[in-house]
């Protein structure tokens, strides 16, 4: 058996997977003897667990076999995107802007030094190079012995990411945007790692965007993200992806909520050949709230999956989501929602539905909606529709001198509108619109 850099055995199919692996850039003379440690056992909890397959339940409608017979590169260099202007339209000088390029810190193209009192952000790197008491506890926390291959990966291979802290009592009226763009000729691998904590009795506003302008690169994004909420919290969270059509996307997000804490979450997905989401919130308090909405529009051959967990762990917490889908092309879509009520979790209140339009004839839809209730006295519901839109409708607009093609776009885009009319920031809907706007030109 080979032996891999980190001086552990390791299977054939790693050996190639990172192409010129370089352990002493990755761990270098900054990065603490503990996270040494951790990397090192996250790069054996990889090998170990390997790539999934179909054959695994929670894979069983989305092969990853493009992304592990791939070959790819670890960067470690500065990099400014080639067109700046595409991002500058994207972005708001007014907020507060924290940008990464392929992975690296760009302090140019971020806005972080007029914090207002009680918000710290900084870089991970930043972050874990000073000592970072609270995120040392939190990664040694974890048992690395149960973590998804993909999450162990991100743990192995993370250089950076953001930091953000509220602390307690502090309402942060500016939206805090953390861009994560590629803009690469290579084949590039990188593993953001962002780690969002508010204080008890905090409130925040905070969207995470991964981009790129250019639709022919080809590269591999393995993000993670980690939320803590305390009594009484409230986030407002967007997520927003928008990769290159031929890049791979795979995302972790996990939530945990204290008591009467608020998480009110948005996903929009648009880009990737192939997408990954998996949603994982924990109501560990009385009285917590989440809230999931999402959207996503794929065309041609790109595939897109969902997966929700909402675990409902202590008793008068509600649980709310809504997944709405537009595919084209060859497209396919898979949503996966999974609701668990807890022994103790009496008086759960919790929602589910998942709708998706079909445009094109040969799209694909795989919705399965779960629940796992172990509490009596619980109100939980879940639904799913797949369909095309209303030939009544189109008619009806067509009678009106709108070409079917036009149509086609109205249609759409009201089924679009009134998830997007959820959100309670003008500056993240004007954004989403931004991204949306080529994808609707196209239908």
């Given at each position: 058996?080979?032996?891999?850099?980190?001086?552990?055995?390791?299977?054939?199919q790693f050996m190639n997977f990172i192409?010129?692996?370089?352990?002493?850039?990755?761990?270098?003379?900054?990065?603490?003897?503990?996270?040494?440690?951790?990397?090192?056992?996250?790069?054996?909890?990889?090998?170990?667990?390997?790539?999934?397959?179909?054959?695994?339940?929670?894979?069983?409608?989305?092969?990853?076999?493009?992304?592990?017979?791939?070959?790819?590169?670890?960067?470690?260099?500065?990099?400014?995107?080639?067109?700046?202007?595409?991002?500058?339209?994207?972005?708001?000088?007014?907020?507060?802007?924290?940008?990464?390029?392929?992975?690296?810190?760009?302090?140019?193209?971020?806005?972080?030094?007029?914090?207002?009192?009680?918000?710290?952000?900084?870089?991970?790197?930043?972050?874990?190079?000073?000592?970072?008491?609270?995120?040392?506890?939190?990664?040694?926390?974890?048992?690395?012995?149960?973590?998804?291959?993909?999450?162990?990966?991100?743990?192995?291979?993370?250089?950076?990411?953001?930091?953000?802290?509220?602390?307690?009592?502090?309402?942060?009226?500016?939206?805090?945007?953390?861009?994560?763009?590629?803009?690469?000729?290579?084949?590039?691998?990188?593993?953001?790692?962002?780690?969002?904590?508010?204080?008890?009795?905090?409130?925040?506003?905070?969207?995470?965007?991964?981009?790129?302008?250019?639709?022919?690169?080809?590269?591999?994004?393995?993000?993670?993200?980690?939320?803590?909420?305390?009594?009484?919290?409230?986030?407002?969270?967007?997520?927003?992806?928008?990769?290159?059509?031929?890049?791979?996307?795979?995302?972790?997000?996990?939530?945990?909520?204290?008591?009467?804490?608020?998480?009110?979450?948005?996903?929009?997905d648009l880009g990737s050949r192939i997408?990954?989401?998996?949603?994982?919130?924990?109501?560990?308090?009385?009285?917590?709230?989440?809230?999931?909405?999402?959207?996503?529009?794929?065309?041609?051959?790109?595939?897109?999956?969902?997966?929700?967990?909402?675990?409902?762990?202590?008793?008068?917490?509600?649980?709310?989501?809504?997944?709405?889908?537009?595919?084209?092309?060859?497209?396919?879509?898979?949503?996966?929602?999974?609701?668990?009520?807890?022994?103790?979790?009496?008086?759960?209140?919790?929602?589910?539905?998942?709708?998706?339009?079909?445009?094109?004839?040969?799209?694909?839809?795989?919705?399965?909606?779960?629940?796992?209730?172990?509490?009596?006295?619980?109100?939980?519901?879940?639904?799913?529709?797949?369909?095309?839109?209303?030939?009544?409708?189109?008619?009806?607009?067509?009678?009106?001198?709108?070409?079917?093609?036009?149509?086609?776009?109205?249609?759409?885009?009201?089924?679009?509108?009134?998830?997007?009319?959820?959100?309670?920031?003008?500056?993240?809907?004007?954004?989403?619109?931004?991204?949306?706007?080529?994808?609707?030109?196209?239908?």
């Open positions: 058996m080979k032996v891999n850099d980190f001086g552990k055995p390791l299977k054939e192409r010129n692996f370089d352990q002493q850039k990755l761990l270098n003379h900054k990065t603490p003897a503990w996270l040494k440690t951790l990397r090192q056992q996250a790069w054996q909890r990889f090998a170990q667990t390997g790539f999934p397959t179909v054959k695994e339940e929670e894979w069983k409608y989305t092969n990853i076999a493009p992304i592990a017979e791939r070959q790819f590169e670890l960067i470690f260099e500065n990099g400014q995107p080639q067109d700046s202007e595409a991002l500058k339209d994207y972005l708001n000088p007014d907020e507060l802007n924290l940008t990464f390029i392929n992975g690296i810190f760009s302090p140019g193209l971020s806005n972080v030094n007029d914090l207002p009192k009680g918000v710290e952000i900084r870089t991970l790197r930043e972050v874990l190079n000073q000592g970072g008491p609270e995120v040392k506890q939190f990664f040694q926390n974890q048992e690395i012995d149960k973590e998804s291959g993909f999450i162990a990966l991100n743990k192995a291979l993370s250089q950076e990411g953001a930091y953000i802290k509220i602390w307690d009592k502090t309402v942060v009226d500016r939206l805090i945007h953390v861009i994560y763009l590629t803009d690469t000729q290579k084949e590039i691998i990188y593993s953001p790692h962002t780690f969002i904590h508010l204080g008890h009795s905090s409130e925040a506003k905070i969207c995470e965007s991964h981009l790129s302008f250019n639709q022919e690169s080809v590269y591999f994004v393995n993000s993670l993200t980690d939320v803590s909420l305390k009594e009484n919290a409230a986030l407002w969270y967007c997520k927003a992806q928008s990769e290159s059509r031929k890049a791979f996307h795979i995302a972790s997000t996990r939530v945990e909520e204290k008591r009467n804490s608020s998480f009110n979450g948005f996903a929009l997408a990954r989401n998996s949603l994982d919130i924990s109501l560990n308090g009385e009285g917590g709230s989440a809230t999931l909405n999402g959207l996503y529009c794929v065309d041609h051959e790109q595939h897109v999956d969902n997966h929700t967990c909402v675990d409902h762990r202590q008793p008068n917490a509600t649980s709310n989501q809504l997944y709405k889908g537009i595919l084209n092309g060859e497209s396919r879509a898979v949503f996966n929602g999974k609701i668990i009520v807890r022994q103790a979790a009496q008086k759960t209140n919790s929602y589910q539905l998942n709708k998706n339009i079909l445009l094109g004839k040969n799209c694909l839809v795989d919705t399965k909606p779960q629940l796992e209730i172990f509490a009596d006295d619980v109100k939980c519901t879940h639904g799913a529709t797949i369909g095309q839109l209303n030939e009544d409708e189109i008619f009806y607009l067509r009678t009106r001198a709108i070409p079917k093609k036009e149509a086609v776009k109205i249609l759409s885009r009201g089924f679009v509108d009134d998830v997007l009319q959820k959100i309670p920031s003008q500056s993240i809907v004007e954004k989403l619109n931004f991204l949306l706007e080529p994808t609707f030109a196209h239908l």
